[in-house]
């Protein structure tokens, strides 16, 4: 397991991997799938947006709150909700490019603002956030008992964390994922959450509440192939998510079969 000092090199190349967006052929191949096949099944079952409404509610009202933006790139969906609404906003990324793009799109928002710092370093002060959104974000840190740390240190009393990241609990995804990783050119800060990893966020937070997605639902994928209507095809996905959305709020059984879980957290 890396160290403080050697997630901090690794970020260095992070951020010139995010600055410059330099893949070779099988991220991009995944990327394509990624980005492609399984957006398209999450936007005609409806995954994707019920998790984005999901994550306002969590919000709750921002008007009383020091928020982070933890790893938002350029934003995010909800960035300029954020910014706009919070007491305080900070949006942090490791890419200067990515940073001050979000930089100019905030900057009519007086509480709002953004910086180019790596998470862990000890350049970073602020603390005392109420929430630290991190979405897509987690699982990029190999030491999680370093992250844990980091984050209830940065937290204010009660704070609370909102997070989406991917799952490799799940025996054919982390059989795929084994193949593809001695390939990929982001497996460096590429780690999606194990049981292991699940376990240490909920003995380290109260998880007030946490979703799964495509569990069932990602074999829509192969349902693709029957000779049935394409309005066949999604009333099977709506109703496989259903199950995967409802079942993973308190099985863990279902969570680990999914391919992300999106968690609301509260520091203990």
């Not at 066949?232 to 259903?242: L, S």
Request: charge should be positive.
């Amino acid at each position: 397991m890396k160290t403080k000092h050697a997630i901090l090199e690794t970020n260095i190349k992070q951020k010139e991997f995010y600055n410059h967006k330099k893949k070779n052929f099988a991220t991009s191949v995944w990327s394509k799938i990624r980005n492609g096949l399984l957006n398209r099944i999450k936007k005609n079952i409806g995954v994707q947006d019920q998790a984005y409404v999901l994550h306002k509610e969590w919000f709750g009202d921002l008007s009383s709150k020091k928020v982070l933006d933890l790893g938002c790139f350029s934003g995010n969906y909800w960035s300029m909700y954020l910014a706009e609404n919070a007491k305080e906003y900070l949006g942090i990324d490791l890419s200067d490019v990515a940073i001050s793009k979000l930089s100019e799109r905030i900057r009519y928002f007086p509480n709002a603002e953004a910086q180019a710092i790596d998470f862990l370093s000890d350049e970073f002060t602020a603390k005392d956030f109420d929430l630290i959104y991190a979405y897509g974000v987690l699982h990029h840190f190999e030491n999680t008992s370093i992250l844990i740390d980091k984050l209830n240190e940065k937290l204010a009393k009660d704070g609370e964390i909102i997070s989406y990241d991917p799952l490799e609990t799940s025996f054919p995804v982390k059989v795929l994922r084994t193949l593809y990783r001695p390939f990929q050119s982001d497996a460096a800060w590429e780690w999606p959450f194990t049981k292991k990893t699940f376990y240490l966020f909920q003995k380290s937070f109260n998880i007030v509440e946490r979703r799964g997605l495509l569990g069932k639902s990602k074999w829509v994928a192969l349902a693709n192939i029957l000779p049935i209507s394409s309005e066949k095809k999604n009333e099977i996905g709506r109703q496989w998510h259903k199950d995967d959305w409802d079942g993973s709020k308190i099985s863990d059984v279902v969570l680990f079969r999914c391919m992300h879980v999106t968690m609301l957290m509260k520091k203990k």
